[in-house]
């Protein structure tokens, strides 16, 4: 089992949530990150960033991109 902290655990459960609910963030899950101690800078970067893997990942789906081949090794 990965050792992983409460913060870093609700960083990724936000992360989680706002891939595949995003209608269902509230107020309520940013005061949870700010509990475990994100500042609202913190919280913007991680919002950002899962946000922009969302949008790449859905142009090159929607575009039928292909993966590069090293995705495809085992």
């Known amino acids: 089992m990965?050792?992983?902290?409460?913060?870093?655990?609700?960083?990724?459960n936000y992360a989680a949530k706002l891939t595949e609910r995003p209608a269902d963030i509230f107020k309520r899950?940013?005061?949870?990150?700010?509990?475990?101690?994100f500042k609202?800078?913190?919280?913007?970067?991680?919002?950002?960033?899962?946000a922009y893997y969302?949008?790449?990942?859905?142009?090159a789906d929607?575009?039928?991109v292909d993966l590069e081949e090293f995705w495809n090794k085992k």
């Open 2 to 12: 990965a050792n992983i902290s409460n913060k870093q655990m609700a960083m990724l």
């Open 29 to 37: 899950d940013i005061e949870k990150l700010r509990e475990v101690g």
């Open 40 to 50: 609202d800078r913190s919280i913007l970067d991680i919002n950002q960033i899962v």
């Open 54 to 59: 969302a949008f790449v990942n859905r142009i």
């Open 62 to 64: 929607g575009l039928g």
